[in-house]
């Protein structure tokens, strides 16, 4: 059985990604995905003003509802999952999972928002490809 990475940012780039893997006909049907979501590091200054248990249950309630979308695309197919919540620097944290996870590639909805704009913002996805050592696919969603 392999292990992919599922990158979700709850947006519908992320629920094409995670269709691609439902499908069962790019990886197959023998899989385990992990489901991340990545919420980046609160300042210093935030974390001083309020409590640990609150800025944890904050992420949490972020994340989970990010990752339920994807979860249930996948659940519905059919396809073992988990879900992790992550706190840092998206492409980061999301390489370092792949990493720990052994995963055989990771899966990301693409934004395709262009060079220029992406150049101006950046991108997780550019950033992910750049650093990870296992393939990177980046799905793109249907046009509305």
């Known amino acids: 059985m392999k292990t992919l990475v599922l990158a979700t940012d709850g947006s519908n780039y992320s629920d094409a990604a ?34 640990k248990a609150e800025v944890d249950a904050w992420y949490a309630e972020e994340s ?11 659940g519905a197919a059919g396809v073992p999952f988990e879900r992790h919540a ?24 693409s934004h395709g928002r262009g060079v220029f704009v992406e150049a101006l913002m950046g991108s997780v996805a550019g950033r992910v490809l750049a650093h990870a050592e296992c393939p990177v696919v980046l799905v793109k969603a249907p046009k509305a």
């Open 86 to 109: 992550l706190v840092g620097f998206p492409p980061e944290r999301i390489v370092h999972h792949a990493q720990g996870a052994g995963a055989a590639a990771i899966v990301m909805g």
């Open 18 to 51: 995670a269709r691609c893997i439902a499908d069962k006909t790019l990886f197959g049907s023998d899989v385990t995905v992990h489901v991340v979501h990545c919420m980046p590091d609160l300042s210093g200054d935030i974390k001083s003003l309020v409590g």
């Open 64 to 74: 989970t509802g990010a990752m339920a979308s994807v979860c249930a695309i996948l």
